[in-house]
Structures are given as structure tokens and as C-alpha cells.
């Protein structure tokens, strides 16, 4: 039972563009969604949440969006930087049980 | 900034053998997990502890499992390795239950095992 699920296994942008990845979820009792980024060789690293309650969240850069109606969340990235490119996961929160989707790899070109 | 560390980042292993994973954390992390890392898979949780002593079956605890007798510690072993064992594995820890919805986990750098 695939809970949280990234359906797009790559995403190129140009340098300066957005950066759209999106995630779906089936488990309504999330009540926090987190996205992680994760470079080779290295552990994930957390970026931003959004509780359940809310729509937007905003740090920087970094939006992630909400829809509960459709059970999708987003993380847009403006402007793209090359050094954002990496692996980016979405997860959604039980309690401090996390259930991460498949991950996205995101390439900015310069 | 939290700490953690996981004692190899890369082991090579025979079938058969019994295999230990270690994870250290410096910040009285209540919380500890282990996860994999595979292709297409995501990170799927292979047990949690949330207190000394304690432990939690994960999605995937088959062919695993752990031992917690020290806070700071959690160690991953696998009984008898085979090679559908061979993956990335992640250690990670959070403060205290519900706190990793806010503030997420903290990751050591991870372990790639291979199994031949």
C-alpha cells in the first residue's frame, strides 16, 4: 500500500525557472506533510512542512502547497538554482512516523 | 546542530553472515529509526525505537532486527544476509514524538551495504 507517492521519477529545469514536484497521498490521518532533499553520498535533509490544517507555507525560495480535497501537495522552487538539483522526497507525518513517497530527481541546468 | 553518525558508510558482506549496523546520535534524541533506501522504492522504515529498550516494527522488519540498551545507540542487524538485503540504510532520530512533523528528522550520511 503505497501511501505517499511521487509519480514523476525526474524533473529537468533551466537555472532561474520554477521547479514544480508534485506528491499524492492516500492516508487522511497525516496530520504534517514534510519535503526532504537529498544529495549522493549523503543523509536527507529536511526542508520545509506543512501542517494539514493549512493551505501554503512559505521559507525563502521554497512554497510547498497544499490541496486536502485532492490529497496532493506541491514544492515549487523559485528561482532554481543548480545547486538545488538533488533527490527530493515528500512525506507525510503520523505521531513522529514518517511514510516517504518514491523521490523526485531534480537536474537545474545552468 | 545534532549529530549522526553511522559507523561504516560502505560494508561488503557474504550471504549467511551476520550483519551490524551502528547508529550513534549526541543530542538525547528520544527517538531512533532505521530506514532503507532502494531505486523507485523511496525510504521505507525498517523498525523505530522510541525509548530505551524499546522497539517498533516498521513497513519492511522482516530479515531484521535491533537492539536499543543505550539512548544515544541503535544498531540495525541483519540475521543472515542475502542479497536482497543489499540497499542504502539510513539512521535517523528526532527529539521527541509528533516533534519530527515540525522539525523533521536529523539523517546520519547513511550505509551502503552490498551482499554477495
Known amino acids: 500500500d503505497q501511501q505517499v507517492k511521487q509519480n514523476s521519477p525526474s524533473l529537468s529545469v533551466q537555472e532561474g525557472r520554477i521547479s514544480i514536484l508534485n506528491c499524492d497521498y492516500t492516508?487522511?490521518?497525516?496530520?504534517?506533510f514534510l519535503w526532504y532533499k537529498k544529495y549522493p553520498a549523503e543523509g536527507p535533509t529536511f526542508l520545509i512542512s506543512i501542517s494539514s490544517i493549512k493551505d501554503k507555507n512559505e521559507d525563502g525560495r521554497f512554497t510547498v502547497f497544499l490541496n486536502k480535497s485532492a490529497k496532493h501537495l506541491s514544492l515549487h522552487i523559485v528561482p532554481s538554482q543548480p545547486g538545488d538539483s538533488a533527490v527530493y522526497f515528500c512525506?507525510?507525518?503520523?505521531?513522529?512516523?514518517?511514510?516517504f513517497g518514491e523521490g523526485t530527481q531534480l537536474t537545474v541546468n545552468p | 546542530d545534532v549529530k549522526v553518525t553511522q559507523s561504516s558508510r560502505y560494508l561488503v558482506k557474504r550471504t549467511g553472515e551476520k550483519v551490524f549496523l551502528e547508529c550513534v546520535q549526541d543530542m538525547d534524541h528520544e527517538n531512533m529509526f532505521w530506514y532503507r533506501q532502494d531505486p523507485g522504492l523511496g525510504l521505507r522504515l525498517i523498525y523505530f525505537?522510541?525509548?530505551?529498550?524499546?522497539?517498533e516494527k516498521g513497513d519492511i522488519p522482516e530479515g531484521y532486527s535491533v537492539s536499543r540498551e543505550k539512548k544515544e545507540r541503535f544498531s540495525l542487524i541483519l540475521e543472515s544476509a542475502s542479497t536482497n538485503q543489499t540497499s542504502m540504510y539510513l539512521c535517523?532520530?528526532?527529539?521527541?514524538?509528533?516533534?519530527?512533523?515540525?522539525?523533521?528528522?536529523?539523517f546520519g550520511s547513511g550505509t551502503r551495504l552490498t551482499v554477495v
Open positions: 525505537s522510541y525509548d530505551v529498550k524499546m522497539k
Open positions: 492516508n487522511s490521518m497525516f496530520d504534517y
Open positions: 535517523a532520530s528526532t527529539l521527541i514524538w509528533g516533534g519530527a512533523s515540525v522539525y523533521g528528522y536529523t
Open positions: 512525506a507525510g507525518s503520523s505521531g513522529s512516523r514518517l511514510t
